[in-house]
T-cell receptor, first 113, second 111 residues
Framework: NAGVMQNPRHLVRRRGQEARLRCSPM?????VYWYRQLPEEGLKFMVY????????ESGMPKERFSAEFPKEGPSILRIQQVVRGDSAAYFC???????????FGQGTRLTVV | TQLLEQSPQFLSIQEGENLTVYCNSS?????LQWYRQEPGEGPVLLVT?????EVKKLKRLTFQFGDARKDSSLHITAAQPGDTGLYLC???????????FGTGTRLTVIP
């Protein structure tokens, strides 16, 4: 009965490289959320996806960031041409429906050097 | 402007004391959740409330959803050092899809 799995836990990228963050939701969950968290701050909503569909991406920068949740496989958050300001913890959560509680992974800590 | 405002932002109390944390908004929510997050970990779901006026208890924690479904409170009785952490409320607005988080309350319980 695995929970939400995120990998990698830690990711170091040089400025200008690409970062790919993966999230496998809990079994039976078709809703995925991505959040960004800076140290000592709360969670900032980025994007909400259901299988093969982006439902709400209002919190995601329009440039360099993209997300997908394919029919098969994990959800991917992709950051192209990373900059130092992208350094943060990125959390993924899944839920069985829109109004229920969400279950979080342990996060990916991205450091851009 | 934050959709969900939590107060207080920081709270430091002695072991055994009681405390209440508030989560307020001008928007109506179809559901509201409370989470607890420890350093280096993801938030852990504590409770979901969906009905206005609803009260749920989880051991020493009591959660209440406001009658108008715009606010919520978390009351902890006889706090223990293990209660230390970041407490986050989150909600889905009526008619919307995404789950927004509050600003958080950082609780420290001193032994």
């Amino acid at each position: 009965n695995a929970g939400v799995m995120q990998n990698p836990r830690h990711l170091v990228r040089r400025r200008g490289q690409e970062a790919r963050l993966r999230c496998s939701p809990m079994k039976g969950h078709s809703h995925v959320y991505w959040y960004r968290q800076l140290p000592e701050e709360g969670l900032k909503f980025m994007v909400y996806l259901q299988k093969e569909n982006i439902i709400d991406e209002s919190g995601m920068p329009k440039e360099r960031f993209s997300a997908e949740f394919p029919k098969e496989g994990p959800s991917i958050l992709r950051i192209q041409q990373v900059v130092r300001g992208d350094s943060a913890a990125y959390f993924c959560a899944s839920s069985p429906g829109a109004a229920g509680g969400a279950f979080f992974g342990q996060g990916t800590r991205l450091t851009v050097v | 402007t934050q959709l969900l405002e939590q107060s207080p932002q920081f709270l430091s109390i002695q072991e055994g004391e009681n405390l209440t944390v508030y989560c307020n908004s001008s928007s109506v929510f179809s559901s509201l959740q409370w989470y607890r997050q420890e350093p280096g970990e993801g938030p852990v779901l504590l409770v979901t409330v969906v009905t206005g006026g609803e009260v749920k208890k989880l051991k020493r924690l009591t959660f209440q959803f406001g009658d108008a479904r715009k606010d919520s409170s978390l009351h902890i009785t006889a706090a223990q050092p293990g209660d230390t952490g970041l407490y986050l409320c989150a909600g889905v607005r009526t008619g919307a899809n995404n789950l927004f988080f509050g600003t958080g309350t950082r609780l420290t319980v001193i032994p």
